[in-house]
């Protein structure tokens, strides 16, 4: 029971946290614990999800490539589509970052803080989608490691894909 009880106050922390948004409740779920007692899920407001998504993988295909101008242009859309989200600010900058930088070692290390970000929006959301991979490197950000999300189960590293693009492992799956 208090492992069930940790399991979905875990769950409630990330959709929270979720983009830094504050918890502004969409609508409330009834999660079933056991027969004789239930929880209220707040659910946050992610209706805009699917289009961060599709912003963020087209951005880490464009990591793929080195192309700095076009990472650049891919990144002021996903600003924009980050904007859209209430509390979604601090990573809609982080995309700005990336869309301003003409260096593409400053514009991959600012990619590592606004993939944590995106990760934890879309675990936290609502959004459903085709099997999303959350990826890992653990020679990302100097050792320290990196996520990263695809469509793809085979790896396909951003952070180096010119030296080990195949570096990295699913680290989970989210459906």
């Known amino acids: 029971m208090k492992v069930i009880n940790n399991v979905i106050l875990f769950s409630l922390l990330i959709a929270v946290t979720a983009c830094n948004q504050t918890a502004k409740p969409v609508k409330d779920e009834v999660v079933k614990i056991d027969s ?57 900058t982080l995309a700005h970052q990336i869309a301003t930088s003409t260096d593409i070692k400053v514009q991959r290390n600012t990619f590592l803080i606004l993939s944590k970000d995106i ?8 959004f459903k ?4 991979y959350v990826d890992y490197c653990p020679m990302a950000d100097n050792g320290k490691g990196g996520y990263w999300l ?26």
């Open 36 to 92: 004789n007692k239930a929880v209220v899920a707040q659910v946050v407001d992610t209706a805009n999800t699917a289009e961060v998504f599709n912003a963020y993988i087209g951005l880490k295909n464009q990591f793929l490539r080195s192309d700095v101008d076009s990472i650049k242009n891919t990144a002021l859309g996903l600003e924009s589509k980050l904007a859209g989200i209430k509390g979604c600010t601090e990573t809609a």
């Open 129 to 132: 989608s085709a099997p999303i």
């Open 119 to 126: 990760v934890t929006l879309v675990k936290g959301s609502k």
């Open 150 to 175: 695809s469509v793809n189960k085979s790896i396909e590293n951003p952070y180096f894909p010119e030296h080990m693009k195949e570096c990295g492992q699913v680290k989970e799956q989210i459906n």
